[in-house]
């Protein structure tokens, strides 16, 4: 027991010596892949930010040449005139809208502004001073000038271009273009970039931090002269230079730890000269794919390790339990052989109870049908007072025609008797279709067997039978309903279901002096893909309890008076919605009265038949 106990030690540390090298060489492998694969990207991205650089000078740096080439820029230089100078203004201010510059303008050999593209505004540079500029004398002494510095106003960095203007040797004005970068420092802000531009002294003149502005990177050691020229181009603005702990060196780049302004954070860190303007860009990027990478090079290597030692240990057990199992099998197969026999005695009774389900489902359908048929058969007798007038009334006019075509004949007068007899086909066919309408009404569906229903007959239908008990209560009937609404079932039952919606909706409003109903079908589009017919019967009575809404589509359920309803139209209705696959249910408005919806699958008469037969 002991040598058994302590040989589980032993692998088991061997195991987990052997994921741990297996976790730290992946790792390894991993962090390196990570890091080739972002330098390569970072290289790339870095050259995107000196192309955006060196594009936004180079679509401005030729216009103070152009304008010392501009005849009228030389004129109005030389003429001094104020017209001319305003003039002059003008033109600035097209050709700075025109090439999107921040400013253009032209100094007198005097130092003074005297053209500006600002000219109309309250801070024009116009008038102004800039005699003591950097790029002012430069472009004095030798005819062509560019400053880095920063703004005061502002403390935002501006790039200045200055070209002579020149006629012969006489010295006319300086024309200059202000350079500015905000849009570019906001582009790499909102793209999260940490990329910094320093100028030819290691000053960082352009961050997409400003934490990092205006510091000194690289360590460049500055003289004296160096030291107060750079003061005088940063003025007040100048902060610690940032602190850089170089952790691995990359070739070219470098994994580094910046340890002010932003302490302890490590980035891979970049470089690219811009010899054209002395300028160098340094970007910094995050390391959190390579921790990553490494991450998951660590959990990849030891799951991997980890999984070949247990499958390693996995063949071993299992080829020992092949050994147990082998003198169990005969055990397992008496058990097995016992269980099977037990599995087919259940099998054979659970086929009897579900034939006898199928039986009891029969049974349950044929007594709903007939349920179904005494529904309507209760509905006819409700009706038969109201029908029965309806059809005593052309009988009665039957008589009074006949009799009078029988005096007109007597006379000879054959017109007055073909009239009558015109009158009297009219009411038989009035009979017809209401004898019609109560012998489809009145026959048994056929379960099983659905047909195409046209809702806005089926509607028509059931207010036809309803017609005469509508006009004796004073009911004002609005009918909203679309076109071409088909659904799948059988025409008599879903009449059956508007009759009793619509006989509720009478008994609501039948003591109501304004009794009003409204029915509306209508296509109502579902969350699924499938649509849906509503069927609404709506009516301005009394509406119905809210403690009894739940229970209105039990069977017997009933708010009638008592032997004015026995509580089944509602139950049957909601059987028969069921059967055609769709939904019933109430609720109160909130202007008064209740509405009764009904929601059937929408049906196509162009589907195909299996598609029909599914639907079934």
Known sequence: MLRTRRKQVFTFLGAVAIIGVSALASQYVWREAGLKSLQAVNEQRVQLVANALTAEVGRQDHLPVVLSLDADVRNALRSRDAGSLERLSRKLEVVSREADTRALYLIAPNGIVVASDNWQASDTLVGRNLADQPYFKKAVENGRS?????????NRTRYYLAESVRAGPDLLGIAVVRIEFDALEAAWERAAERVLVADTDGIVFLASDPAYKYRSIGGKTLTVSDSAEVAKRYPGVLAEPIHIKVLERRGADSIIEVEAPDAGASYLYQTMQLPLYGWTIHRFTDLATVREDRRDGTIIGG????????????????????????????????????????????????????????????RLRTTQNELVQAGKLAA??????????????????????MASAKVFARRGDLSQVVSNLDLITD????????????????????????????????????????ESQIKAAGVVVDKTVEPDLWVLGHAVQLEQVILNLVR???????????????ITAQVSESQTSESRVQIKVADNGPGIPANQLDQIFDPFFTTKALGKGLGLGLSISYGIVQDFGGQIHARNLPGGGAELTVELPRHRRGRAPAEIAIHA
């Open 504 to 518: 509720n909706a009478l008994d609501a409003v039948g003591d109501q002096e304004d009794g009003r109903i409204t």
């Open 303 to 362: 799951a991997i390790m980890a999984l070949i030692i247990a499958l390693v240990l996995y063949v071993i057990e299992r080829h020992r339990a092949y050994v147990v199992e082998k003198a169990s099998a005969a055990q397992l197969k008496t058990q097995v052989e016992e269980r099977t026999r037990d599995l087919s005695e259940s099998n054979a009774s659970l086929q009897t109870e579900i034939d006898e389900h199928r039986h009891t489902e029969a």
């Open 427 to 466: 009411l038989a066919e009035r009979m017809a279709r209401i004898t019609g309408h109560l012998k489809t009404f009145a026959r048994k569906s056929e379960p099983g067997h659905p047909e195409h229903v046209r809702v806005d007959r089926a509607i028509d239908g059931t207010l036809f039978l309803l």
């Open 380 to 401: 006819l007798g409700q009706m038969s007072a109201a029908l029965a007038h309806e059809i005593n009334q052309p009988l009665a006019a039957i008589r009074t025609f």
């Open 146 to 154: 560019s400053d880095l510095g920063v703004e005061p106003d502002s």
